[in-house]
């Protein structure tokens, strides 16, 4: 495995123009690898763009089996077979596209493929392919193998994969990693979670005719939550305590997720296992820095100062048609339009170990204020300026340490909380700064 890690250190070595030493980044993946136990795909990746790379300039591929593989893996390397294949015309812009499609096989398992680049590929039932830098996605629920430009399939003999046999042999893929809520990040796989059902709702999807179900809802540990989608009936309830073997995590909407299908082990435990639903029900509070490592929550406590208010707070005018907010009295997508007057706060929230967005709705803005929307207008019509309810909440609230609760997430411009509820903390600073002196007095006589 070392072996292997050090290969893939120079790859992104490579994909960084050598700019940063080999051995830094094998320890860097190291530790993605083994501390934040995400997958070598996501930790390659990741490394590159946080480097300010482009992942694409990657070459070496993550081998793998079919049963290892989860979605939303980018460079995917496999030795499989064709167990069938078939070609189909798709209609695109500009006229009509050939794409082939089929089964792969392994030793391992089955998966479904597309090709979406077809010219120079001369695929036959039977084939044993070297495939790299294939793509994965999820197609309701199932994994599935993307061929695109960057893939390239070479043959091999015919022995040198053994025959497939359906529904027979399986690698193991080793024992799951035991994980609590709070440590599930974008791109954890094979993962086992002790959790409680906080709620739960049985969908149909329809995809080209195919009916699909699906079981999501909320899971809780003393941790805190996390939002799951079941791809298979496993007779799942409110409040049942459950050990889930073989999930994955993927990003939906910039949260975290947790995933399960047919390849993974769901047993019931005992009720006792886990604190009560009412208990879990509860939100936990958590550091900044920990929301950006795991890339965001739902339903989480963040205390803090307030450091700024952002442009944009206060009183705002919406366009009518899509609830943007109006520049000089103008949507940028519909132009000059009749705005609708709101309130909001974009408050910058630091809580020492890093900083957040957290957005108030009205309701909040005009509990903060101790008055209503309309009084609002009045008072900016009085004003002759808008920007007097923005300097309101800037004298109300910079400065103050603040305790926010609601759903976080993560993308490129960082952190940002839909917040759910907020106050202002009545800190006694005097007595919080003459309790640390005590303490730390404490310890110096014990020293
Ligand atoms: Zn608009």
């Known amino acids: 495995m070392q072996e292997e890690i050090a290969s893939h250190a120079r790859d992104i070595s490579r994909a960084l123009g050598g700019k940063v030493s080999e051995k830094e980044i ?23 763009r946080k480097h300010g790379g482009d992942p694409t300039g990657l070459q070496l591929g993550v081998s793998k089996t079919i049963k290892e593989l989860i979605p939303g893996e980018q460079s995917v390397d496999m030795l499989c077979r064709i167990v069938s294949v078939d070609g189909r015309q798709i ?9 082939l499609y089929g089964i792969l096989g392994d030793q391992t398992g089955t998966v479904p493929f597309t090709a979406w680049v077809v010219e120079g590929l001369d695929l036959h039932k039977g084939d044993v392919v070297r495939v790299r830098n294939a793509y994965t996605k999820e197609f309701r629920g199932q994994v599935q ?21 359906p529904g027979k042999g399986s690698v193991p893929r080793g024992p799951p990693t ?27 999807v329809q995809v080209n005719g195919d009916a699909k179900t699906v079981f999501s809802g909320t899971f809780a540990d003393e941790t805190g939550k996390v939002k799951f989608s079941a791809w298979k009936d496993f007779s799942i309830s409110p409040s ?51 929301l950006a490592e795991r890339g965001g929550a739902i339903d989480v406590v963040v205390r803090g100062i307030v450091i700024d208010i952002k442009e944009g707070s206060g009183l705002v005018y919406r366009c009518p048609e899509c609830k943007r907010v109006l520049r000089k009295m103008a949507c940028r997508i519909h132009g000059e339009v009749q705005g ?39 008072e900016a019509k009085e004003n002759m300026s808008q920007e007097v309810v923005r300097d309101q909440l800037a004298d109300l609230l910079v400065a103050q340490p603040v305790e926010v609760r609601g759903n976080v997430t993560s993308d490129d411009y960082g952190l940002m909380m839909i917040v759910d509820g907020a106050k202002i903390l009545k800190v006694d600073v005097e007595q919080e700064a003459r309790a640390m002196l005590e303490e730390l007095e404490g310890l110096e006589d014990t020293a």
Do not use: H
């Open 91 to 99: 209609d695109v812009e500009g006229g009509a596209k050939d794409i």
């Open 178 to 204: 035991p994980m609590k809520v709070v440590d599930l990040k974008e791109g954890s796989s094979n993962v086992s979670l002790i959790v409680r059902v906080l709620d739960v709702e049985k969908r149909e």
């Open 340 to 378: 609708t007057p709101d309130l909001r706060v974009k408050a910058v929230v630091d809580d020492g170990s890093g900083a957040l967005i957290a957005v108030l709705g009205k309701e909040l803005t005009e509990g903060l204020l101790g008055k209503t929307l309309e009084a609002c207008i009045t």
């Open 240 to 290: 049942d305590t459950l050990k889930i073997e073989g999930g994955y995590v993927k990003a939906w909407r910039g949260i975290p997720q947790f995933s399960f299908d047919e390849r993974s082990a769901v047993s019931k435990l005992e009720a006792s296992t886990l604190p009560t639903v009412e208990e879990l029900e509860k939100s936990p509070r958590v550091w900044i820095e920990d």
């Open 26 to 48: 094998e320890n860097e993946l190291n530790n993605y690898l083994n501390v934040y136990r995400v997958s070598l795909d996501t930790a390659k990746r990741s490394i590159v």
């Open 145 to 165: 193998v993307n061929f695109g430009n960057r893939t390239t399939l070479a043959k091999e003999s015919a022995d040198a994969l053994p025959p497939y046999e």
